[in-house]
């Protein structure tokens, strides 16, 4: 990675975030960060997301992709077939990010510097180390209800991590490749326990830099009691259970 430029690409799902996402990618592409792309992965908004989604790639072509799917079954689905045609397409980094705007972009040079130096296989944008901070607009049931979200994780699992549950994410390419993403089971949010749970069975190390969690600007949270029922079971799933 030292010797020629790091392809850095920022994988981006999308679901009715017409608002959000240019906002996002004009973030992106001015950060100071070499050879960086952008692949949004539009699961059929029908807010015209897509569209949106087409016309950054049409003004920035070669920097943004679109990768257009048919139903919407999941943020997990949706990352797998980004972070796949990421690959195909030679990326060294992948970057899996919200277009909501609650991660903060300009935290990405820092993971990507944070892999090139050190042994770490994945680091996470995390709320919960020294320096960081969950948004300020959560209720105190919404902080209490994130916080023992983690701790159950990782009692379960014991993943080592202070924000289990976080869902911005740097990657090393063959880390992702360990990881075995076309036997990923789990959709929702928890599809990034699973994923860490993966990391860390692999043997490879995951760190941690802080961020400033903010609530989503604009549109409504995916956020439903079906998700959250599902990431109080999957752990269990995970510990006990087989891949495929």
Do not use: C
């Amino acid at each position: 990675m030292e010797n020629s430029p790091t392809k850095v690409v920022v994988v981006v799902p999308t679901y009715n975030e017409r608002e959000n996402l240019p906002v996002l990618v004009a973030e992106l592409l001015a950060l100071p960060v070499e050879d960086l792309r952008v692949l949004v992965v539009d699961d059929s908004s029908p807010d015209g997301t897509g569209d949106v989604a087409d016309a950054l790639a049409r003004e920035h072509p070669d920097v943004v992709g679109v990768l257009h799917r048919t139903e919407k079954d999941g943020l997990g689905r949706a990352y797998v077939a980004g972070m796949t045609r990421a690959l195909d397409e030679g990326a060294d980094v992948v970057i899996q990010m919200d277009a909501d705007l609650s991660h903060p972009s300009e935290v990405i040079p820092t993971m990507v510097e944070t892999l090139a130096t050190t042994d770490a296989a994945v680091v996470l944008g995390s709320r919960y180390v020294p320096g960081g901070s969950a948004a300020s607009e959560w209720a105190w049931h919404r902080r209490l209800l994130s916080a023992w979200a983690n701790t159950y994780v990782n009692t379960i699992l014991k993943l080592g991590v202070r924000d289990a549950t976080a869902g911005f994410k740097a990657w090393k390419a063959d880390a992702l490749r360990a990881v075995d993403l076309g036997t990923i089971r789990s959709n929702g949010y928890s599809f990034q326990v699973e994923m860490n749970h993966r990391v860390v069975q692999a043997g490879k190390r995951i760190a941690e830099v802080p961020i400033t969690f903010e609530e989503r600007v604009e549109g409504a949270s995916k956020m439903t009691l079906k998700v959250q029922l599902e990431s109080a079971v999957m752990p269990w799933k995970f510990r006990f259970g087989k891949r495929g």
